[in-house]
Antibody, heavy 119, light 107 residues
Framework: EVQLVQSGAEVKKPGESLKISCKGSGYSFTSYWIGWVRQMPGKGLEWMGIIYPGDSDTRYSPSFQGQVTISADKSISTAYLQWSSLKASDTAMYYC????????????WGRGTLVTVSS | SSELTQDPAVSVALGQTVRITCQGDSLRSYYASWYQQKPGQAPVLVIYGKNNRPSGIPDRFSGSSSGNTASLTITGAQAEDEADYYCNSRDSSGHVVFGGGTKLTVL
């Protein structure tokens, strides 16, 4: 089955670090870009950045550049999104999704990872 | 703010046709994709490219584009179509961008 499986929900305190994951299966993980999308409570979708696991080429939304790090380990078909110092405003659902780059289409989505940052 | 503009809310009577629009200058050069998101669920792709539906998406969903406006049309809306709908494409810098979303209510 073609799918993206995301890591489980996290509860963290402000200032803590975090790395969440997205594992692809059922397709050639290194042949498609993977994107990360944020959805804050009750709000819309925001594109954070994309990575090409084949060569780790990474692009960030200007809104998220410097705020998060996107990486991938192609040997285990997994992409990551990490924070070095979380803020309460990072509380959100984070989705990974497979991107068909030329069409700018996210055709496969993970179920999301809920990150809650609270003191 | 998003470079793709959507109406925040649209309503349609059961069985009628509804058009959800997405406006942006980049749509003169790039196609929009459309996603359906129901409460508590991940988004699902419903239309991409010129007017393509992924496997499993009912044919009552269709897409079109004219000038700087892309449209998602649901012909014969069903109760299960009540959801948030998002468009996405590229912005003026070539980055991915999403519209603000449209909440569709089926009356």
């Amino acid at each position: 089955e073609v799918q993206l499986v995301q890591s489980g929900a996290e509860v963290k305190k402000p200032g803590e670090s975090l790395k969440i994951s997205c594992k692809g299966s059922g397709y050639s993980f290194t042949s498609y870009w993977i994107g990360w999308v944020r959805q804050m409570p009750g709000k819309g979708l925001e594109w954070m950045g994309i990575i090409y696991p084949g060569d780790s080429d990474t692009r960030y939304s200007p809104s998220f550049q410097g705020q998060v790090t996107i990486s991938a380990d192609k040997s285990i078909s997994t992409a990551y999104l990490q924070w070095s110092s979380l803020k309460a405003s990072d509380t959100a659902m984070y989705y990974c999704a497979r991107l068909r780059q030329q069409l700018v289409t996210f055709d496969l989505w993970g179920r999301g990872t809920l990150v809650t940052v609270s003191s | 703010s998003s470079e793709l503009t959507q109406d925040p809310a649209v309503s349609v009577a059961l069985g009628q046709t509804v058009r959800i629009t997405c406006q942006g200058d980049s749509l003169r050069s790039y196609y929009a994709s459309w996603y359906q998101q129901k409460p508590g669920q991940a988004p699902v792709l419903v239309i991409y490219g010129k007017n393509n539906r992924p496997s499993g998406i009912p044919d009552r969903f269709s897409g079109s584009s004219s000038g700087n406006t892309a449209s998602l049309t649901i012909t014969g809306a069903q109760a299960e179509d009540e959801a948030d709908y998002y468009c996405n494409s590229r912005d003026s810098s070539g980055h991915v961008v999403f519209g603000g979303g449209t909440k569709l209510t089926v009356l």
